[in-house]
């Protein structure tokens, strides 16, 4: 059973820093790595696509890596702002049809100024 | 489109009382999800639909959640009897696509007393 795992949970840096947010799933047969954001009270919005034959996807301050074979994947935060605080969830498509998307549990980021 | 409308925001109940969640999905999307969130265990998938046919259920946690899609633009999710480990957040979000391209609601806090 794929299992996704976030490291670190939490996170505080002072505005300006850059910054890389960690994931890790059990089974490398994946179909996609999404990375998403969540605000307090919101639902999720989804920032980064990566399929399984890409190495990476940019987005603005946004840079998205996945190396499947040894089942990490990182989003690195250029520039950090205070409006970059929230919650980040990766998440992960898998090869079987019919499989739904599975979370992991997040890291809240919180950006100072 | 208004976008994965979800109702009610909030909803505070008794122990043993019956709730009905509600989900009105992007109009076109042939998934429709039904996920819970807690602190403790993260985005759980509860089931998911694909033209409003249910596929995988297995996330349901037990006999008192049901969960039906009467037509393509509306779903319920509901508790009977609902029981204070049901507190949580439920999200509902729709898709084109199994494993991507997901549209989250705002979500339904829900808080059994």
């Known amino acids: 059973k794929q299992e996704v795992t976030q490291i670190p949970a939490a996170l505080s840096v002072p505005e300006g820093e850059n910054l890389v947010l960690n994931c890790s799933f059990t089974d490398s047969a994946i179909y996609n790595l999404q990375w998403f954001r969540q605000d307090p009270g919101k639902g999720l919005t989804s920032l980064l696509l990566?399929?399984?034959?890409?190495r990476e996807q940019t987005s603005g301050r946004l840079n998205a890596s996945l190396d499947k074979s040894s089942g990490r994947s990182t989003l690195y935060i250029a520039a950090s702002q205070p409006g970059d605080s929230a919650t980040y969830l990766c998440a992960v498509g898998a090869n079987q049809a019919g499989t739904a998307l599975i979370f992991g549990k997040g890291t809240t980021l919180s950006v100072s100024s | 489109d208004a976008g994965v409308i979800q109702s009610p925001r909030h909803e505070v109940t008794e122990m043993g009382q019956e709730v009905t969640l509600r989900c009105k999905p992007i109009?076109?999307?042939?998934?429709l999800f039904w996920y819970r969130q807690t602190m403790m265990r993260g985005l759980e998938l509860l089931i998911y639909f694909n033209n409003n046919v249910p596929i995988d259920d297995s996330g349901m946690p037990e006999d008192r959640f049901s969960a039906k899609m009467p037509n393509a633009s509306f779903s319920t999710l509901k508790i009977q009897p609902s029981e204070p480990r049901d507190s949580a957040v439920y999200f509902c979000a729709s898709s084109l696509h199994v494993n991507y391209g997901y549209t989250f609601g705002s979500g339904t806090r829900l808080t059994v007393v």
């Open positions: 109009s076109g999307h042939d998934y």
């Open positions: 990566i399929q399984s034959s890409q």
